[in-house]
């Protein structure tokens, strides 16, 4: 035996109502307006994680070039009063 259920007024069909459709729009809007602000939080901070790899670089060139020279090259130059120029980029050594 099958049982067939039907809507009780024939004239109705199943479709969104015009307070649905506007709900729904309005979350949309709300949830979009939420993500674009977030935009510029993001972006500062992608900024200043830029900036933080850049110098921890440069302190890993200039720390790498101290380790790989000899101790009496570094304390014969510094007697000296010679200073030995590090030239950098925007992208930390180069």
Do not use: H
């Not at 649905?20 to 309005?26: K, P, Q, R, S």
């Not at 949830?31 to 850049?54: H, M, Q």
């Amino acid at each position: 035996m099958k049982i067939v259920l039907r809507p009780s007024n024939p004239d109705l069909r199943s479709a969104f109502s015009l307070v649905e459709t506007t709900i729904a729009v309005g979350i949309a809007a709300t949830v979009l307006v939420a993500l674009i602000g977030l935009i510029p939080v993001s972006l500062d901070t992608l900024r200043e994680a830029s900036n933080t790899t850049a110098c921890a670089r440069i302190v890993q060139a200039v720390s790498s070039d101290y380790r790989m020279r000899d101790w009496g090259d570094i304390l014969q130059q510094q007697q000296q009063g010679a200073s030995r120029d590090y030239c950098f980029d925007a992208q930390a050594p180069g």
